[in-house]
């Protein structure tokens, strides 16, 4: 017997295998099998001619005729041909009219004008009529997992759909861990490197049973690229932004249409109750809930909405909808959640105790990490993007094509208004600065103007979720609508494919960095556009239009332009200034090298400059956070020692091993010579010790300084900068030394525990450091022969690399002058009447009575010594 079963599954296999290339749908074969057996003949006999169960006739349901019959069919299609916009472009809020009728043409070539004959129609009948036809055209059988009759393990029918739609062999081990978590009901929180495939977790259970799979994303972009994509693999999906709705698109949406319905958190909220009679025909297989670290105050792109998604557990549990007969499963997917945002997720989004945590490296080996120094303006981009125009334009040099692109914009073209423009999408209102030919002329104009209107020198933010000027779409399978198409058939466009290089993206703080670096690149002969969330909507789309159709070369972009892109040949990911944290950094980074092959993410910061951009609008607790994670930023650009690569996926809680990823800067390089740092981090700690009020060794300084109630006593919080000052003043071998070497010291100190930061909101470097009771250990113990050797940090050796040119007043920051000048000043200060003034304020907190103990005590320490 168990022979007999193993040689009819191995059979059935053969025959599922063979019928699936011959184009038929695995659904339909399965069920065929199910019925007649594994029999080849009889299962097309069976799929062809509708004689069992599932097959039965729209046309023989209604008493009218859906089948696609050629008159109807043609007119269907017709009519979406006329529909179609003949430019491309998408209609204001939707997009529907661009669908292309290949899905018709296709499926009757091979036989399937019954079976699918819905979708083909669905324009052309009203609302009621698509709903009905949705939930009693398509064969009534239950959902392939709950339907073993086919005698197919799990494995063969995942297989079988991932070599059919997708063209993969087999899925990955942790996409197969999130589909076993569904296929038991359980929800699953997926941690997994960008790049990896996530979106197959949730696509997947889309095509095994009959239900729909419902996927709430952040961005209208992100929507729209994954419809795409699905439409080109054979599956039909639809999505729906926050904008205003498109009745048609939602009601088939709702109704069952699409296997796949991509949704923002806002109109999940809004569409509960469609949703509810989704559930229960023909059913939802899973809720998706992709780049689910927006839950999280604690993440990097935190949106408020997503918070409220616990309704989907509260409302889709069976003890809520009785015709359920377990929970809709709520698969929660993203590339960079910290430990605490891990647990804000489960909890904010109230998924069961038992969810599966499916975790895997955040590791990407083919990304190559650096950190160069720049001072990031306009004055360096010279210097730092020669190596790239190089690149780009050698490679049209040699190509000939792009020979004709090399124009630079002049500055005085920049002076049209977008104003005057229609806000419509247009071919004109988009400009590739620096393209093509003479026709062209007019696009540089307007786009340089455009880009110039919409800068803003500030951080860019969350703008809501509608970043297409489309707010919903639907995709059927095989579908590519117009605006799409490849550029290389139109007669505009010149097409990347030839080069070997991928493209660029450029991330930098401000939105006006857009617009400066990408008019510079444009005029160095670049394919370049700005991308920023203040600018036009329908600007936005065709830049990634052009983006994905490999028209630019570079995209020049905050933050806007992150989330999910998947293109798989991107080669360099350049940040241009620090980004606002290691997730988003990492996030970002991930748009590189999705194809595997070797991509570098090189990070252009300042060294000598603290970071400082921040959010406007924040609470005191996100600023914290945000000083936080612009620290870890910081810090990791300074780091001289420890591979990129592993102090990036530590930050994610993973343990790297003790190698390199042998590709870093730091791994290449090796680290730098160490450095005994012992006299000055004796007299540093000593300073900052008097300064606390500590004037023996063996107190708890850490205690002293604060009062019963816990809060510190005035006077009593340690500064770093009293503290520089004090010693550049007593210490005539520290006289020329910079704030940024001692900070730098402060930073390594902090390292090997001995200081920490006192005050309640710490900032991106130390503001009042004090010794922890290891640091007054060390002082008070530290044999004369040992030294303290450490690595410098990346300012430190630019420093000592080049000691005198960071000491100017201007280096030293706002009312703070040059050691000599300040000590004039200082001395000054002791007669006339700016004595007479001065000596009235209150003098800087704990320094007075601190500086007489500190005397005390360096004396004590150099009679030691
Ligand atoms: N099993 C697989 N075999 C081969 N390639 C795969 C497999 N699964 C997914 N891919 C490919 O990996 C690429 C990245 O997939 P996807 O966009 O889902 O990544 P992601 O994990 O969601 O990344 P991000 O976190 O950046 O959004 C896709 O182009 C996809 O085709
Ligand atoms: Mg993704």
């Known amino acids: 017997m168990e022979v007999d079963a193993v040689s009819s599954d191995v059979s059935a296999d053969h025959v599922i295998a063979e019928l699936l290339e011959m184009g038929f749908d695995f659904d339909k074969i399965s069920e065929a099998i199910g019925v007649v057996g594994p029999n080849r003949a009889d299962v097309v006999e069976f799929?062809?001619?509708?004689?069992?169960?599932?097959?039965?006739?729209?046309?023989?349901?209604?008493?009218?005729?859906?089948?696609?019959?050629?008159?109807?069919?043609?007119?269907?299609?017709?009519?979406?041909?006329?529909?179609?916009?003949?430019r491309g472009r998408f209609k204001q809020s939707s997009?529907?009219?661009?669908?292309?009728?290949?899905?018709?043409?296709?499926?009757?070539?091979?036989g399937e004008e019954a079976s699918t004959s819905y979708s083909c129609l669905v324009d052309s009948v009203d609302p009621g009529l698509t709903a009905a036809i949705c939930s009693k055209s398509k064969p009534e059988s239950q959902p392939l997992l709950e339907?073993?009759?086919?005698?197919?393990?799990?494995?063969?029918?995942?297989?079988?759909?991932?070599?059919?739609?997708?063209?993969?062999l087999s899925v990955k081990g942790f996409q197969k861990e999130a589909l076993d978590a569904w296929f038991a009901h359980k929800d699953c929180l997926v941690l997994a490197a960008t790049g990896s495939g996530k979106s197959l977790c949730?696509?997947?259970?889309?095509?095994?049973?009959?239900k729909i799979v419902v996927v709430i994303s952040p961005l209208i972009s992100l929507m729209h690229d994954q419809c795409l994509k699905l439409a080109k693999h054979g599956i039909s999906a639809c999505f729906l932004g926050s904008g205003q709705p498109d009745n048609r698109v939602e009601g088939k949406a709702m109704a069952g249409m699409y296997k796949i319905v991509y949704v923002c958190p806002e109109t999940v909220l809004r569409l509960m109750e469609p949703l509810k009679k989704l559930a229960e025909k023909p059913g939802i297989a899973l809720f998706a809930i992709d780049e689910v670290h927006c839950v999280s105050k604690w993440g990097h792109d935190f949106r408020p909405d997503y918070r409220r998604l616990s309704v989907l557990r509260e409302n889709f549990s069976s003890s809520n909808l009785k015709f359920l007969e377990h929970d809709i499963p709520l698969m929660a997917l993203t590339a960079t959640a910290t430990f605490p945002v891990r647990e804000d997720i489960v909890k904010s989004l109230k998924m069961s105790e038992d969810t599966l945590i499916v975790l895997t490296s955040f590791f990407r080996p083919n990304l190559r990490f650096n950190v160069k120094h720049s001072k990031t303006s306009a004055s360096s981009y010279g210097k730092d993007f020669q190596e790239l125009t190089e690149i780009y334009n050698a490679s049209k040099n040699f190509g000939g094509k792009g020979q004709k692109i090399l124009h630079a914009v002049e500055p005085d073209s920049e002076s049209s208004s977008y104003e005057s423009l229609d806000d419509s999408a247009s071919d004109d209102d988009y400009a590739i600065a620096g393209s093509t030919n003479h026709g062209d002329i007019k696009r540089?104009?307007?786009?340089?103007?455009?880009?110039?209107?919409?800068a803003e020198h500030e951080l860019d933010q969350y703008q809501g979720v509608d970043d297409f000027d489309v707010s919903c779409g639907e995709f059927l399978e095989g579908s590519r609508p117009e605006s799409f198409a490849s550029p290389a058939q139109s007669n505009e466009t010149i097409s990347l494919e030839s080069l070997d290089q991928g493209p660029t993206i450029i991330y930098v703080p401000t939105r006006k960095e857009t617009v400066e670096l990408a008019n510079y690149l444009c005029k160095s002969g670049l394919r370049a556009a700005a991308y920023n969330a203040k600018m036009p909507r329908s600007h936005l789309r065709q830049v990634h239009e052009q983006f994905h159709s490999n028209v630019l070369e570079v995209v020049v972009a905050t933050i806007a332009f992150g989330m999910g892109i998947d293109k798989s040949n991107v080669r360099r990911i350049i940040h241009y200034g620090f980004p606002q944290s290691l997730e988003a950094y990492y996030q970002e980074a991930g748009r590189?090298?999705?194809?595997?092959?070797?991509?570098?993410?090189?990070?252009?910061c300042n060294f000598l400059r603290t970071p400082t951009l921040l959010p406007n609008k924040r609470s005191d607790e996100q600023t914290k956070a945000a000083h936080r994670m612009l620290r870890d930023c910081?810090?990791?650009?300074?780091?001289?020692?420890?591979?990129?690569?592993?102090?990036?996926?530590?930050?994610?809680?993973?343990?790297?091993?003790?190698?390199?990823?042998?590709?870093?800067?730091?791994?290449?390089?090796?680290?730098?010579?160490?450095?005994?740092?012992?006299?000055?981090?004796?007299?540093?700690?000593?300073?900052?010790?008097?300064?606390?009020?500590?004037?023996?060794?063996?107190?708890?300084?850490?205690?002293?300084?604060?009062?019963?109630?816990?809060?510190?006593?005035?006077?009593?919080?340690?500064?770093?900068?009293?503290?520089?000052?004090?010693?550049?003043?007593?210490?005539?071998?520290?006289?020329?030394t910079d704030k940024i070497w001692w900070q730098g010291l402060a930073r390594i100190l902090e390292g090997m525990g001995y200081i920490q930061e006192a005050a309640e909101i710490p900032r991106v470097v130390l503001q009042h450091p004090e010794p922890t009771r290891a640091g007054l250990n060390f002082l008070s113990s530290q044999p004369d022969e040992e030294?303290?050797?450490?690595?410098?940090?990346?300012a430190t050796l630019l420093l000592m690399s080049n000691p005198k040119s960071f000491s100017s007043s201007s280096e030293w920051g706002r009312g703070w002058a040059d050691p000599e000048t300040r000590r004039q000043r200082l001395a000054g200060r002791k007669t006339g009447r700016r004595k007479r003034k001065r000596g009235s304020r209150k003098q800087p907190t704990g320094f007075t009575t601190a500086k007489e103990r500190l005397s005390a005590i360096l004396s004590k320490s150099k009679r030691r010594r």
């Open 47 to 86: 799929v062809l001619n509708g004689s069992g169960s599932g097959q039965r006739k729209p046309s023989q349901e209604f008493g009218r005729d859906l089948s696609v019959p050629s008159n109807s069919g043609s007119r269907a299609s017709d009519r979406r041909t006329r529909l179609a916009n003949p």
């Open 95 to 110: 997009i529907t009219d661009h669908v292309s009728s290949t899905t018709c043409s296709k499926r009757e070539s091979r």
């Open 147 to 168: 339907n073993p009759r086919g005698g197919f393990d799990r494995s063969n029918k995942i297989s079988a759909v991932l070599r059919k739609h997708f063209g993969f």
């Open 202 to 210: 949730f696509q997947i259970p889309a095509l095994l049973t009959t």
């Open 444 to 454: 540089r104009k307007v786009g340089m103007s455009l880009v110039n209107e919409n």
């Open 592 to 604: 590189a090298g999705r194809d595997g092959k070797l991509s570098d993410c090189t990070l252009y």
């Open 634 to 736: 910081f810090q990791y650009a300074l780091n001289t020692s420890t591979c990129r690569a592993k102090i990036l996926v530590k930050y994610f809680g993973e343990e790297f091993g003790p190698d390199g990823c042998q590709m870093c800067d730091i791994c290449i390089n090796g680290p730098p010579q160490m450095h005994d740092f012992k006299d000055e981090a004796v007299v540093f700690m000593n300073v900052l010790r008097a300064q606390t009020g500590q004037a023996t060794e063996d107190m708890d300084c850490n205690s002293m300084s604060r009062s019963k109630s816990g809060r510190r006593s005035f006077g009593a919080i340690p500064d770093f900068r009293t503290a520089v000052s004090y010693i550049r003043e007593k210490f005539p071998r520290f006289v020329t």
């Open 787 to 794: 030294g303290l050797y450490a690595y410098p940090d990346a």
